[in-house]
C-alpha cells in the first residue's frame, strides 16, 4: 500500500502565496507521476497540475504562469507552488500518484491523498 500526506493548505488573502507538499510512502518501487487536482464547493475534480517522472509537467490553462508543481525524487514528494492566488482558487486540493510497487509494473496504481483545503479570501 501506499499513503499519500498532503500539507500546506489555509487561508490566503487574493494575491497572495501558499506551497503545498505531498509525501508518499508506502511500498514504492517506481512513481510514475504525480498530480494535484482541486475541488471547489458544488464543482467537478478537476486536475491542475501534473509532474512525470521524466520530469515533463503539464497545467491547467487556469493556473498556468501562477503555479508551479515540482517533485523531490528522492523524497518521493511534490509540491505545488502557488502565486498570485485568487478567489477562484479556494478548494479542496488533493494529491494523486501513479505508482508501481513492485518491479516490471508498467503502469502502477493510482493513489489519492485525503486532501489539503485552500481558502482565498479578504
Known amino acids: 500500500q501506499v499513503q499519500l500526506v498532503e500539507s500546506g493548505g489555509g487561508l490566503v488573502h487574493p494575491g497572495g502565496s501558499l506551497r503545498l507538499s505531498c509525501v508518499a510512502s508506502?511500498?514504492?518501487?517506481?512513481?510514475?507521476?504525480m498530480a494535484w487536482y482541486r475541488q471547489a464547493p458544488g464543482k467537478q475534480l478537476e486536475l491542475v497540475a501534473t509532474?512525470?517522472?521524466?520530469?515533463?509537467?503539464d497545467y491547467a490553462d487556469s493556473v498556468k504562469g501562477r503555479f508551479t508543481i515540482s517533485s523531490d525524487n528522492s523524497k518521493n514528494t511534490v509540491y505545488l507552488q502557488m502565486n498570485s492566488l485568487e478567489p477562484e482558487d479556494t478548494a479542496d486540493y488533493y494529491c494523486h500518484a501513479r505508482v508501481a510497487s513492485v518491479n516490471g509494473d508498467r503502469s502502477g496504481a493510482p493513489y489519492w491523498g485525503k486532501g489539503t483545503l485552500v481558502t482565498v479570501s479578504l
Open positions: 509532474a512525470f517522472n521524466e520530469g515533463t509537467t
Open positions: 508506502g511500498s514504492i518501487f517506481t512513481i510514475y507521476k
